[in-house]
């Protein structure tokens, strides 16, 4: 991914609205299913990062990034932005 995709990723991402959040129970399996669904659905998600997670934003970004296949845009303060392209048909997709 150039920086320039991920700049445009990040702006629309900019007014999107956090669809999940993650706690002290980190990553698990129910989470990476739903988020997957969701990265299908929306193909850009932003998930929040609670204070009281294990671990910090990056590491969690990375950690979901890998299990879904899916690139860490962004991880800003507790903001983490995922982004990856839907395979559906009927998607009007994400144009860079």
């Known amino acids: 991914m150039t920086s320039k995709q991920r700049s445009n990723l990040k702006s629309i991402a ?3 609205s956090p669809i999940a959040q993650l ?6 399996e129910n989470m990476v299913k739903s988020l997957s669904d969701a ?5 850009l998600i932003k998930i929040n990062v609670l204070t009281n997670a294990e671990e910090d934003a990056k590491a969690l970004g990375a950690q979901l990034a890998e299990s ?29």
């Open 14 to 16: 900019a007014n999107l």
């Open 23 to 28: 706690g002290k129970g980190g990553v698990s």
């Open 39 to 43: 990265l299908e659905a929306h193909e």
């Open 68 to 96: 879904l296949k899916a690139e860490c845009v962004a991880v800003i303060g507790r903001k983490i932005v995922l982004y990856r392209r839907s395979s559906r048909k009927d998607f009007k997709h994400i144009e860079f």
